[in-house]
């Protein structure tokens, strides 16, 4: 079985500072880390996705994510972040092949002018 | 590339009625997903098709939920009766591969009030 854990539900942090958001998983088999981001009343948007590979991963918007085996962790950072990064940002596991995706409960990024 | 789309956008029912959703994958994607997302939670999978054959149901209240997706393409999800804790947003999501490896594409959902 697959589990996320995102250890903040809500992150305040000053226009233009760094933030990080923390999500730590538990997998028995290989994963497949993904963070999506979802702005009121939209859908999610998949920021950026581990596969294999290089343990730090780029995606939109600046972010990115760090992969850490040993510590079981997929941590996302932006080292200065936006109005417009307000949003609810989401940790996600898969297995491969036809293991379901499963999702954290989410963590409330809040900028504050 | 269209996204995805579903309607309707908002529903309002009463509890003991019937509801139906409606989703339309971006062409080429042969997994789709139903998704619910209660408030203040991460989205739950409630069903996964590969084409049209059903891959992951284990999370579906089958006694009050279904979905078909005839032809591999389009999907319904219904609700039949309603309860009051079926209210949340209903996301409907595809994919290229099963183990979602490209990500998800995601629609803007439904969201559904039971009162």
């Known amino acids: 079985a697959q589990s996320v854990t995102q250890l903040d539900s809500q992150v305040p942090v000053f226009e233009e500072a760094p933030v990080e958001l923390r999500c730590n998983y538990s997998s028995s088999v290989s994963v497949y880390l993904f963070w999506y981001v979802q702005y009121p009343n939209q859908g999610l948007q998949l920021l950026l996705k581990y596969l294999s590979g290089s343990t730090l991963v780029k995606g939109i918007n600046g972010f990115e994510a760090e992969f850490n085996k040993s510590q079981t962790s997929f941590h996302l950072r932006k080292p200065s972040v936006h109005i417009s990064d307000t949003a609810e940002y989401f940790c996600?596991?898969?297995?491969?092949?036809?293991?379901?995706?499963?999702f954290g409960i989410g963590t409330k990024l809040q900028v504050i002018p | 590339e269209a996204g995805v789309a579903q309607s309707p956008r908002y529903k309002i029912i009463e509890k003991r009625q019937s509801v139906a959703f409606w989703c339309n994958p971006i062409s080429g994607h042969a997994t789709l997903y139903w998704y619910q997302q209660i408030l203040g939670q991460g989205p739950k999978l409630l069903i996964q098709?590969?084409?049209?054959?059903?891959?992951?149901d284990s999370q579906l209240p089958k006694d009050r939920f279904s979905a078909e997706r005839l032809k591999g393409v389009d999907s319904t999800l219904k609700i039949q009766p309603a309860k009051l804790e079926d209210s949340a947003v209903y996301l409907c999501?595809?994919?290229?591969?099963?183990?979602?490896?490209?990500?998800?594409?995601f629609g803007s959902g439904t969201r559904l009030t039971v009162v």
């Open positions: 098709f590969q084409n049209n054959g059903v891959v992951d």
């Open positions: 999501a595809s994919s290229l591969d099963p183990g979602a490896s490209y990500g998800y594409t």
């Open positions: 996600a596991v898969s297995g491969g092949g036809y293991q379901k995706v499963t």
